[in-house]
């Protein structure tokens, strides 16, 4: 992976969900900081999330999920990223997540959920402090 230049982060809609306000808020937020964004769009499958930021050389993916199906789709594109030696690219996810998944989420291996309400500079400031931590 890259060590240099800005950091470089996948926004991502799996599924079925229609809703993408909230995927576009946070990444106008991150290239407002000075990252790289790719945002992917609408009905996304795991399998084009984890090509796309393998092919774009990514450091990290921001998953928006409101359609009730955090749980395999977040599972989906961590155990993707693992098949394809690319675990060092840190999975994040935001939308409407149930308190009680949230630990779930984090045993398979999503770093950090947002829920609604999280002032964009709270993520922000965590991207830039957790993801390309090996850099």
Same mark, same amino acid.
């Given at each position: $992976?890259?060590?240099?230049?800005?950091?470089? &982060?996948? !926004?991502?809609?799996?599924?079925?969900?229609?809703?993408?306000?909230?995927?576009?808020?946070? /990444?106008?937020?991150?290239?407002?900081?000075? $990252?790289? !964004?790719?945002?992917?769009?609408?009905?996304?499958?795991? %399998?084009?999330?984890?090509?796309?930021?393998?092919? %774009?050389?990514?450091?990290?993916?921001?998953?928006?999920?409101?359609?009730?199906?955090? $749980?395999?789709?977040? /599972?989906? &594109?961590?155990?993707?990223?693992?098949?394809?030696?690319?675990?060092?690219?840190? !999975? @994040?996810?935001?939308?409407?997540?149930?308190?009680?998944?949230?630990? #779930?989420?984090?045993? #398979?291996?999503?770093? %950090?959920? @947002?829920?609604?309400?999280?002032?964009?500079?709270? !993520?922000?400031?965590?991207? %830039?402090?957790?993801?390309?931590? /090996?850099?």
């Amino acid at each position: $992976m890259g060590v240099s230049g800005p950091i470089r &982060v996948v !926004v991502a809609k799996p599924g079925l969900d229609g809703h993408d306000r909230g995927a576009k808020v946070i /990444a106008r937020a991150l290239r407002d900081a000075g $990252m790289e !964004v790719i945002y992917t769009g609408l009905h996304q499958t795991p %399998e084009q999330i984890v090509d796309t930021a393998i092919q %774009e050389d990514a450091d990290g993916i921001g998953l928006s999920i409101l359609s009730g199906a955090h $749980m395999t789709l977040c /599972a989906r &594109v961590v155990e993707l990223l693992k098949e394809r030696d690319a675990a060092d690219i840190v !999975v @994040f996810g935001g939308g409407i997540i149930p308190d009680a998944d949230i630990p #779930l989420l984090k045993d #398979l291996g999503v770093a %950090e959920i @947002f829920t609604p309400g999280t002032p964009t500079t709270d !993520v922000v400031a965590w991207v %830039e402090g957790h993801v390309r931590q /090996a850099a």
